[in-house]
């Protein structure tokens, strides 16, 4: 990914956090995003996946530690093991994560990188067209709370 493992944490405007387990950093604003959010919710069979809205100082921190603009958002962003994983690659992983049948989208490897990011770009560029935003933060069940860092 070009960046040393846990590079955040040496990065004084990047509060501490818990990163033990994987955290995926997500647009809450996004319909599409905030309904993978919640996919994610359902899907994690271990409950290993934190979520983490970039609209939140800490999901703002991290963008601009790496050098993304947390006011025009490209990417969802998943910290796994303290490595960033960004675009198609970071869904990829993240799929992983969530076992079986999903994990099947690992064979979206076949190809290239730059294709998938160009598919990912596409998507990510008109997504808020296409499903629309939401007018409220969008809010977990109380019983996932615990998944979910601010």
């Known amino acids: 990914t070009g960046y040393a493992p846990y590079s955040y944490r040496t990065d004084a405007l990047v509060p501490p956090f818990a990163d033990d387990r994987p955290i995926i950093v997500f647009d809450e604003h996004c319909v599409l995003c905030s309904g993978f959010a ?8 271990t409950s290993r996946l934190r979520l983490l809205a970039v609209q939140t100082p800490l999901g703002q921190a991290l963008y601009r530690h790496y050098a993304l603009d947390h006011r025009d958002l ?10 960033p994983w960004f675009k198609a690659e970071g869904s990829i992983r993240m799929a992983r994560h969530l076992g ?19 598919l990912y770009d596409l998507v990510a560029r008109n997504r808020l067209q296409w499903f ?19």
């Open 100 to 118: 079986f049948p999903w994990s099947l989208a690992a064979g979206l490897r076949v190809l290239p990188p730059r294709a998938r990011d160009t």
């Open 38 to 45: 919640r996919f994610v919710l359902r899907h994690d069979p």
């Open 74 to 83: 490209k990417t969802n962003i998943l910290i796994d093991n303290g490595l």
């Open 132 to 150: 629309g935003t939401r007018d409220t933060c969008f809010l977990p069940d109380p019983h996932d709370a615990d998944r979910f860092l601010s």
